[in-house]
């Protein structure tokens, strides 16, 4: 493997990066009074503008049951709604509410001021390298989320069958 210009091993760069990353949205959830689950599923339907239940239910791997759960808890906790979907009232479109969401750019203020901080010290064609990746990495995330959600969901439906936890 190739040495990064600064010294050190990619993989332990890489990993330590992903673990930061990790981190600030769990101590992010944690003072939105969220849990990780209900952060990111937060996070979905705001960049999204919303999102039907079972849309919800397939991005975050939840089953419909927990889904309808994790709705009620944002619902409770003030950060979104549910509203009839104007193109098919027989449709309940999961919504962010607006003053909630400025209360979630108060929680990530500090993670984008240093990240901000961050990105000034790179040239505009470094940057344009920096978001090419992260354009091209979200999906590629996103895909070995799911091959893990796959290998596990055997383990789990056998672990449901017996009331055991593996």
Do not use: C, N
């Amino acid at each position: 493997m190739a040495t990064p210009s600064r010294g050190g091993d990619e993989h332990v760069i890489f990993r330590q990066y992903l673990d930061a990353v990790g981190l600030q949205g769990l101590a992010s959830a944690e003072a939105a009074g969220l849990h990780g689950s209900e952060w990111y599923a937060l996070s979905l339907i705001a960049a999204e503008g919303g999102l039907t239940s079972g849309e919800l239910a397939t991005r975050t791997g939840l089953t419909t049951g927990a889904t309808t759960r994790l709705i009620d808890r944002l619902e409770r906790a003030g950060y979104a709604r549910r509203a009839a979907d104007p193109q098919d009232r027989r449709r309940v479109i999961v919504e962010p509410v607006p003053d909630a969401l400025a209360r979630i750019e108060q929680v990530v203020g500090p993670a984008r001021r240093h990240i901000a901080e961050v990105l000034s010290r790179y040239s505009p064609e470094q940057r344009a390298v920096l978001f090419d990746y992260f354009e091209q990495a979200a999906p590629a995330f996103r895909a070995a989320t799911e091959e893990i959600r796959k290998a596990v969901a055997p383990r789990r439906r056998r672990a449901a069958r017996t009331g055991s936890d593996g």
